[in-house]
């Protein structure tokens, strides 16, 4: 078994990784978004492209010695698992690949203050 911390705000709105610079006039306020598209905000954030590739190939060594997964965070993986104003920003592509990997039972992260199971197909998000 491995645990990995990601730094979710690594990426943010004063970084080169914004995703969706511009996406809203004020960062603080996602009116007039729906759903994930509220995630956003300045208080959020993301992992980052080189993070991404690390998790990438850290989850191909863990399913090469037959290894299963914990990934931690602070900000949620999943839009199951909270309000869309504390999604990660890029938590699609996190997820695809925990998903493409097949090796990760579940993730815990914080932020949105509550608790929610969200069971998937691969990964369970608490």
Known sequence: MRVWYLKTAEANSSSSDDPNPGCMQNKNNPEGHEGPARRFVQFGGGISTEQLQWLVQQLA??????????????????????????????????????????????????????????????????
């Open 61 to 126: 060594d863990a399913n090469a010695a037959g290894q299963r997964v914990i990934v931690c965070g602070h900000l949620p993986l999943h839009p199951g698992t909270c309000i869309g104003t504390c999604l990660l920003w890029n938590y699609e592509e996190v997820l695809q690949a925990m998903w493409d990997a097949g090796n990760v039972v579940a993730t815990i992260t914080g932020h949105a203050h509550n608790v929610r199971l969200y069971p998937q197909p691969a990964v369970s998000s608490i």
